[in-house]
Structures are given as C-alpha cells and as structure tokens.
C-alpha cells in the first residue's frame, strides 16, 4: 500500500516512537498537528493520533473490524487468540459478552477487594523490613495473576504453576509460548470437567452456566476466554500500577496529596491512565473502502488508533502534558470505546487502587532509587516499565 506522495518523503515519525518508547509523547503530538492519519512501514499500518479519529475507529466495529485485523496478521502469529471476545465483531461479539458479562458481574469483582488487600500486604510484609523493593516485581507483576488465578478457581497448590504458564505467554518467546498453551488448555479443560460435575462457587462454574435461551459457551470459548483474562488482566495492571509510581515519583506534591487525601486515589488512576496509558494503541482492519481526514484508505489495510496520543490531544483536554489528578471531566480513551471497551476495567482500578492505597498509607516515603535507568516493557502496544526499584520507610 502505497503512502501519499507528501509523506513518503516525511523521516519516520513511528521509528522516533521505537526509539525512544518512553516519551513518544513529542512524536505524537507532531502526528497529531501535521500528519493525524501517517501510514507507518514499520508497523504496516495507518496511525491515527486525533482523539475525534480515534474514538471515530473504535466505535465502529463494522467499518474497522477487530476479527479481520487479526486474520491479516503474518502466519503462525497470535493463532491462539482468534475466536476470543477481543479478536470477534459482532454478532457474535455482542452474544460472546452478554455471555460472559453474566458471569463477570460487578458483584464478582467488588467481593474481591478484601482478597486484594491480603495479597498486596503479604508481598509487602516480605520486603518491607529490607528498606528498598521492586514495585513492579514484587507486587504490580504478582497481584494480577494471582487476583486472575483465584477468580478462576485455580487452587493455590496450581497458582505456581499457572504463574510460570502465565509469564511465558506474556513473552515474546514463541515455540515455549505453543506448548505453554497447550499445557495451559489441557489443565484448563480439567477445571472444566469438574466444575461441571460439582460447581463452585468461581468464573469457570459461573461461565459454564451462563447462556442466553437455552445457548451456551462451548468448552473451547471458555477455555479461550480464560486465557485472554490471564494475558489482557496482567500485563496491563501490572503496568498501570508500575505508571502511577513511576508518575507520582515524578510529582512530590501529588504523593503527599494523596497520603494525606487517599478518597483522591480514583481520579489519579484516572489521570495515569491519561497520561501514560497502558495499552497505547489497537488494531483494527477496514473492511470497506474508506476516507480518513484526507486519505482515502482501502479495505483490508490495518489502522492502528494510538490512544495514548489521543489521551492527549489538546482538542480535548487542558494542557494534556500536564499530570493533574484533579482533571475533570476525564474522557480518556484508556480502556478503549465502544463494543469492545475493557470489561476488566472495574477489575483493574480495584487492584489498582487498593494497591497504591496501601503502599501510601503504610510507608511515610517511596523514591525511585534513579541511579538504576529506567526500562521499558518490550512492546510498541504496551507502555510501562520492566521494574522499578524503590526505597521505602515504614511509618
Ligand atoms: C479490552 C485496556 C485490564 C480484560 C480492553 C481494551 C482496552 C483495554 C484498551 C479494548 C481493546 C479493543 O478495543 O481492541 C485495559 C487496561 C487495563 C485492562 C488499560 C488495566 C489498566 C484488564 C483486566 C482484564 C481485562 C484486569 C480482565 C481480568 C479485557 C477483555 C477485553 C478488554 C476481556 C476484551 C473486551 C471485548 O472485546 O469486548 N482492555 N485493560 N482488561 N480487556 Fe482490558
């Protein structure tokens, strides 16, 4: 596909972004003003940086299709992940989640906060007493994938196990990831089996009950919406806990204002996912010929809404570069839109939450010990740090 003739000759704008993933927040907002829909050949698709586009693309699931963009993909990559709610368009879309959402209830996540603040206290009580620790490995990398594992009914004696499954699917290494998926589908289909002779009360029994007039999610939709709970609810908590540190670090003031005001917590996570969204862009096919601002852009080719860069555009919010937890209203685009807008949402802000509520309120202070330099998680979708070690001083 070939860009239009004033572009061609413009330097790539996305391999600025690669090479500096932390603050691809300058080349956005260069999309954003001069070139709002790039065609990047790094990526082979069209970025689109305005939040108006942006929002205009994920809103419409049948013009920008999520099942085709996945199908477009090179061969042997992401197989694992078609068929999943994430990768359908509707109508199997919309029964798919009034499926699950009857299983995945509001209730479901609000009984788990006593549960959350267990664990977290109980990786802090392991490092507490040694002065420093690694907020993204010993706590924003466990919660998730444990919260995950006990929703799902995975007995502890397996959630080591399921950990290691877990680590290797989030990674990029491919042939250990087919036999990881393999062996997680197998014990998978196990909990199934049971569950369907003696029901508890967990996801897995919840989802295997759950149908609309007598239609039922089969064996294969459950196990395939197990495993996309376990790659899209771990990875991006474990980030959007590693961002607000990292953020709050950076503004003092912002970190004794909520120490000594933790009921502000909401509207901070609201704005770290603004500011330094976790997931920053999607990926969509089109599916009928059509313009984009000025381009005329052609069925089947991917387009790539970069919601970091419309979480920041100015049409929309108030000096966007500033980081202010009192930003109101707050219409990121950080869990998406639409259709497909995230249903762990509710799950991710608890986590969140009780997580940074206890690190405030347990420790007098929390600094980023900066002589170790910051890295990225290894990802051009995903925005966060590998690790972040910290200082801390109990009260
Ligand atoms: C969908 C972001 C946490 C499960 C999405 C989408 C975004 C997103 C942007 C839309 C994808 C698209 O339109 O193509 C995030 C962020 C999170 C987070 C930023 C944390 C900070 C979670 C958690 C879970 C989860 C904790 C579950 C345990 C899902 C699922 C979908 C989804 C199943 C697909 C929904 C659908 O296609 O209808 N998420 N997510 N997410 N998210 Fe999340």
């Not at 963009?69 to 078609?82: D, L």
């Not at 005001?261 to 609201?270: M, V």
């Not at 839109?337 to 939450?353: D, N, P, V, Y």
Request: glycine share 4%.
């Amino acid at each position: 596909m070939p860009p239009t003739a004033s572009q061609s000759s413009e330097p790539s704008l996305t391999a600025h972004i690669l090479k500096d993933p932390l603050n691809p927040f300058p080349w956005y907002r260069m999309m954003r003003e001069q070139y709002p829909v790039y065609y990047s050949r790094e990526f082979h698709s069209w970025f689109i940086t305005r939040y108006s586009d942006v929002q205009r693309v994920i809103n419409d699931p049948l013009l920008f299709s999520s099942e085709q963009s996945i199908r477009s993909r090179p061969a042997g990559r992401v197989q694992q992940t078609t068929r999943t709610l994430l990768w359908t368009d509707p109508p199997r879309h919309r029964q798919l989640r009034s499926l699950i959402n009857q299983a995945f209830t509001p209730r479901t996540i609000a009984n788990l906060a006593p549960r959350v603040a267990e664990i977290v206290h109980s990786h802090l009580d392991q490092v507490a007493s040694l002065g420093q620790m690694d907020v993204v490995k010993d706590l924003a990398n466990p919660l998730p994938i444990i919260v995950i594992a006990e929703l799902l009914g995975i007995p502890i004696q397996d959630q080591q196990q399921f950990k290691h499954w877990s680590d290797i699917i989030v990674s990029p290494a491919r042939l250990q990831k087919k036999q990881a998926v393999i062996e997680m589908n197998n014990y998978f289909q196990m909990v199934v089996d049971r569950r369907r002779q003696h029901a508890q009360d967990d996801l897995i029994s919840a989802l295997l009950t759950a149908h609309i007039e007598g239609t039922y999610l089969t064996d294969a939709e459950i196990l395939s919406f197990c495993r996309l709970l376990l790659v899209a609810g771990h990875e991006t908590s474990t980030n959007l806990i590693g961002n607000a540190l990292l953020t709050f670090d950076e503004h003092p003031s912002v970190f004794e204002e909520l120490q000594a005001q933790p009921e502000l917590l909401p509207g901070a996570i609201e704005e770290v996912i603004r500011y330094r969204t976790p997931i920053q862009r999607l990926r969509r096919a089109i599916t009928v010929d059509t313009w984009i601002g000025e381009h005329h852009i052609k069925a089947g080719e991917i387009v790539s809404p970069v919601l970091g860069a419309a979480n920041r555009d100015e049409t929309l919010f108030t000096k966007p570069e500033v980081f202010d937890i009192h930003r109101t209203p707050n219409r990121h685009l950080g869990f998406g839109h639409g259709i497909h807008f995230c249903i762990g949402s509710s799950l991710a802000r608890l986590e969140t939450k009780v997580a940074l509520e206890i690190l405030l309120t347990r420790f007098a202070s929390l600094k980023r010990i900066s002589e170790v330099p910051l890295q990225h998680v290894a990802s051009s979708f995903v925005y966060g740090v590998k690790s972040l070690p910290m200082t801390l001083q109990e009260r």
